[in-house]
T-cell receptor
Framework: GENVEQHPSTLSVQEGDSAVIKCTYSDSASNYFPWYKQELGKRPQLIIDIRSNVGEKKDQRIAVTLNKTAKHFSLHITETQPEDSAVYFCAASPSGFQKLVFGTGTRLLVSP | GAVVSQHPSRVICKSGTSVKIECRSLDFQATTMFWYRQFPKKSLMLMATSNEGSKATYEQGVEKDKFLINHASLTLSTLTVTSAHPEDSSFYIC?????????????FGSGTRLTVV
Protein backbone atom coordinates (compact mmCIF):
# COMPACT_ATOMS: atom_id res chain seq x y z
CA GLY A 1 0.00 0.00 0.00
CA GLU A 2 0.89 3.66 -0.09
CA ASN A 3 3.55 4.94 2.29
CA VAL A 4 4.22 8.64 2.82
CA GLU A 5 7.36 9.97 4.46
CA GLN A 6 7.74 13.55 5.62
CA HIS A 7 10.74 15.68 6.58
CA PRO A 8 11.76 17.44 8.69
CA SER A 9 9.89 16.46 11.83
CA THR A 10 10.51 19.89 13.34
CA LEU A 11 11.37 23.17 11.68
CA SER A 12 12.20 26.45 13.39
CA VAL A 13 12.43 29.66 11.39
CA GLN A 14 12.49 33.36 12.04
CA GLU A 15 9.51 35.46 11.09
CA GLY A 16 9.78 36.50 7.46
CA ASP A 17 11.90 33.52 6.45
CA SER A 18 10.72 30.78 4.13
CA ALA A 19 9.87 27.26 5.23
CA VAL A 20 10.01 24.12 3.11
CA ILE A 21 8.56 20.75 4.05
CA LYS A 22 9.15 17.70 1.87
CA CYS A 23 7.25 14.45 1.39
CA THR A 24 7.86 11.34 -0.62
CA TYR A 25 5.33 8.70 -1.56
CA SER A 26 5.67 5.12 -2.71
CA ASP A 27 2.64 4.43 -4.94
CA SER A 28 3.26 5.90 -8.39
CA ALA A 29 -0.48 5.67 -9.06
CA SER A 30 -1.38 8.14 -6.31
CA ASN A 31 -3.02 11.13 -7.88
CA TYR A 32 -3.95 13.66 -5.21
CA PHE A 33 -1.71 15.34 -2.67
CA PRO A 34 -3.16 17.68 -0.04
CA TRP A 35 -1.42 19.56 2.75
CA TYR A 36 -3.08 20.11 6.11
CA LYS A 37 -2.37 22.45 9.00
CA GLN A 38 -3.31 21.25 12.46
CA GLU A 39 -3.23 23.32 15.59
CA LEU A 40 -3.12 21.66 18.99
CA GLY A 41 -6.33 19.79 19.74
CA LYS A 42 -8.00 20.99 16.55
CA ARG A 43 -9.04 19.34 13.33
CA PRO A 44 -6.72 19.36 10.30
CA GLN A 45 -7.41 22.24 7.93
CA LEU A 46 -6.68 21.94 4.22
CA ILE A 47 -4.29 24.68 3.15
CA ILE A 48 -3.44 23.64 -0.38
CA ASP A 49 -3.60 20.59 -2.62
CA ILE A 50 -2.33 19.44 -5.96
CA ARG A 51 -3.32 16.80 -8.46
CA SER A 52 -0.92 14.55 -10.32
CA ASN A 53 -1.48 16.33 -13.63
CA VAL A 54 -0.09 19.59 -12.24
CA GLY A 55 3.51 20.38 -11.32
CA GLU A 56 3.02 23.44 -9.15
CA LYS A 57 0.26 25.36 -7.47
CA LYS A 58 0.40 28.61 -5.55
CA ASP A 59 -1.97 30.39 -3.21
CA GLN A 60 -0.60 33.66 -1.86
CA ARG A 61 2.27 32.77 0.51
CA ILE A 62 1.80 29.02 0.09
CA ALA A 63 2.92 26.88 -2.81
CA VAL A 64 3.16 23.18 -3.50
CA THR A 65 5.37 21.46 -6.05
CA LEU A 66 5.05 17.91 -7.32
CA ASN A 67 7.68 15.76 -9.01
CA LYS A 68 5.94 12.63 -10.22
CA THR A 69 9.08 11.04 -11.55
CA ALA A 70 10.82 11.27 -8.21
CA LYS A 71 7.57 10.73 -6.32
CA HIS A 72 7.98 13.67 -4.03
CA PHE A 73 6.10 16.86 -3.30
CA SER A 74 6.93 19.88 -1.21
CA LEU A 75 5.20 22.67 0.67
CA HIS A 76 6.70 26.13 0.49
CA ILE A 77 5.66 28.90 2.85
CA THR A 78 7.13 32.34 2.21
CA GLU A 79 7.21 35.34 4.53
CA THR A 80 6.37 33.17 7.51
CA GLN A 81 4.40 34.64 10.39
CA PRO A 82 4.05 33.47 14.01
CA GLU A 83 0.49 32.35 13.25
CA ASP A 84 1.91 29.86 10.76
CA SER A 85 3.22 27.91 13.75
CA ALA A 86 1.43 24.54 13.79
CA VAL A 87 1.87 20.94 12.70
CA TYR A 88 1.72 20.39 8.97
CA PHE A 89 0.80 17.07 7.38
CA CYS A 90 1.15 15.98 3.81
CA ALA A 91 -1.05 13.21 2.43
CA ALA A 92 -1.49 11.13 -0.67
CA SER A 93 -4.56 9.50 -2.14
CA PRO A 94 -3.86 6.19 -3.86
CA SER A 95 -5.48 5.95 -7.26
CA GLY A 96 -8.79 4.18 -7.21
CA PHE A 97 -9.25 4.80 -3.49
CA GLN A 98 -10.94 7.61 -1.67
CA LYS A 99 -8.80 7.41 1.45
CA LEU A 100 -5.86 9.57 2.42
CA VAL A 101 -2.53 8.30 3.70
CA PHE A 102 -0.81 10.88 5.87
CA GLY A 103 2.82 11.74 6.40
CA THR A 104 4.32 11.83 9.88
CA GLY A 105 3.93 15.57 10.32
CA THR A 106 6.21 18.59 10.68
CA ARG A 107 6.07 20.87 13.66
CA LEU A 108 6.75 24.39 12.39
CA LEU A 109 7.72 27.09 14.84
CA VAL A 110 7.96 30.66 13.61
CA SER A 111 9.71 32.95 16.06
CA PRO A 112 8.95 36.69 16.09
CA GLY B 1 -18.71 24.75 2.39
CA ALA B 2 -19.03 21.17 3.54
CA VAL B 3 -19.40 20.73 7.29
CA VAL B 4 -18.74 17.60 9.30
CA SER B 5 -19.91 17.49 12.90
CA GLN B 6 -18.43 15.07 15.41
CA HIS B 7 -19.75 14.32 18.86
CA PRO B 8 -18.75 14.13 21.65
CA SER B 9 -15.65 16.27 21.66
CA ARG B 10 -14.38 14.70 24.86
CA VAL B 11 -15.33 11.56 26.73
CA ILE B 12 -13.96 9.79 29.76
CA CYS B 13 -15.03 6.22 30.37
CA LYS B 14 -14.14 3.35 32.63
CA SER B 15 -12.22 0.32 31.45
CA GLY B 16 -14.50 -2.34 30.07
CA THR B 17 -17.25 -0.01 28.95
CA SER B 18 -18.14 0.97 25.39
CA VAL B 19 -18.14 4.42 23.87
CA LYS B 20 -19.95 5.60 20.75
CA ILE B 21 -18.70 8.50 18.64
CA GLU B 22 -20.89 10.10 16.00
CA CYS B 23 -19.88 11.74 12.76
CA ARG B 24 -22.44 13.69 10.75
CA SER B 25 -22.27 15.43 7.42
CA LEU B 26 -24.46 18.48 7.93
CA ASP B 27 -25.00 19.88 4.47
CA PHE B 28 -24.16 17.04 2.15
CA GLN B 29 -24.69 13.33 1.78
CA ALA B 30 -21.65 11.16 2.30
CA THR B 31 -21.69 7.60 1.04
CA THR B 32 -18.21 7.21 2.44
CA MET B 33 -16.69 8.45 5.66
CA PHE B 34 -13.30 7.78 7.18
CA TRP B 35 -12.20 7.20 10.75
CA TYR B 36 -8.72 8.15 11.92
CA ARG B 37 -6.86 7.78 15.17
CA GLN B 38 -4.20 10.18 16.30
CA PHE B 39 -1.82 9.68 19.22
CA PRO B 40 -0.24 12.74 20.89
CA LYS B 41 2.26 14.41 18.59
CA LYS B 42 1.74 11.73 15.98
CA SER B 43 0.18 11.49 12.57
CA LEU B 44 -3.36 10.52 11.61
CA MET B 45 -3.68 6.80 11.10
CA LEU B 46 -6.59 5.62 9.00
CA MET B 47 -8.57 3.00 10.89
CA ALA B 48 -11.38 2.23 8.50
CA THR B 49 -13.51 3.42 5.64
CA SER B 50 -17.19 3.58 6.50
CA ASN B 51 -19.52 2.70 3.64
CA GLU B 52 -23.21 3.64 3.75
CA GLY B 53 -25.39 0.56 3.71
CA SER B 54 -22.54 -1.94 3.75
CA LYS B 55 -19.70 -3.18 5.89
CA ALA B 56 -16.80 -0.95 6.74
CA THR B 57 -13.39 -1.58 5.25
CA TYR B 58 -10.77 -1.85 7.98
CA GLU B 59 -7.08 -1.12 7.61
CA GLN B 60 -4.60 -3.83 8.37
CA GLY B 61 -4.08 -4.30 12.09
CA VAL B 62 -7.34 -2.67 13.18
CA GLU B 63 -9.60 -4.98 15.16
CA LYS B 64 -13.06 -5.06 13.63
CA ASP B 65 -14.73 -6.34 16.77
CA LYS B 66 -13.00 -3.72 18.86
CA PHE B 67 -13.90 -0.75 16.71
CA LEU B 68 -17.43 -1.19 15.42
CA ILE B 69 -18.46 1.09 12.59
CA ASN B 70 -22.01 1.67 11.47
CA HIS B 71 -23.01 3.86 8.53
CA ALA B 72 -26.77 3.50 8.49
CA SER B 73 -27.61 6.73 6.69
CA LEU B 74 -26.07 9.06 4.16
CA THR B 75 -25.30 11.62 6.85
CA LEU B 76 -24.27 9.58 9.87
CA SER B 77 -21.45 7.20 10.70
CA THR B 78 -20.72 5.94 14.19
CA LEU B 79 -17.60 4.44 15.73
CA THR B 80 -18.08 2.35 18.86
CA VAL B 81 -15.04 1.48 20.91
CA THR B 82 -16.04 -1.73 22.67
CA SER B 83 -14.66 -2.94 25.98
CA ALA B 84 -12.38 0.07 26.14
CA HIS B 85 -8.98 -0.13 27.79
CA PRO B 86 -6.50 2.62 28.69
CA GLU B 87 -4.48 1.90 25.54
CA ASP B 88 -7.54 2.91 23.51
CA SER B 89 -7.18 6.45 24.84
CA SER B 90 -6.55 8.63 21.83
CA PHE B 91 -7.89 11.38 19.58
CA TYR B 92 -10.40 9.95 17.11
CA ILE B 93 -11.37 12.03 14.10
CA CYS B 94 -13.69 11.40 11.20
CA UNK B 95 -13.60 12.72 7.67
CA UNK B 96 -15.95 12.79 4.72
CA UNK B 97 -15.88 13.83 1.11
CA UNK B 98 -18.49 16.11 -0.35
CA UNK B 99 -19.34 14.45 -3.69
CA UNK B 100 -20.43 17.82 -5.06
CA UNK B 101 -16.86 19.04 -4.76
CA UNK B 102 -14.93 17.93 -7.81
CA UNK B 103 -11.68 18.96 -6.15
CA UNK B 104 -11.87 16.03 -3.76
CA UNK B 105 -12.76 18.16 -0.72
CA UNK B 106 -12.07 16.01 2.33
CA UNK B 107 -13.58 17.65 5.41
CA PHE B 108 -12.70 16.67 8.96
CA GLY B 109 -14.81 16.56 12.06
CA SER B 110 -13.59 18.34 15.18
CA GLY B 111 -12.37 15.13 16.77
CA THR B 112 -13.12 13.20 19.95
CA ARG B 113 -10.61 12.89 22.73
CA LEU B 114 -11.22 9.58 24.45
CA THR B 115 -9.73 8.89 27.86
CA VAL B 116 -10.17 5.43 29.34
CA VAL B 117 -9.53 5.22 33.07
Amino acid sequence: GENVEQHPSTLSVQEGDSAVIKCTYSDSASNYFPWYKQELGKRPQLIIDIRSNVGEKKDQRIAVTLNKTAKHFSLHITETQPEDSAVYFCAASPSGFQKLVFGTGTRLLVSP
Amino acid sequence: GAVVSQHPSRVICKSGTSVKIECRSLDFQATTMFWYRQFPKKSLMLMATSNEGSKATYEQGVEKDKFLINHASLTLSTLTVTSAHPEDSSFYICSARDPRNTDYGYTFGSGTRLTVV
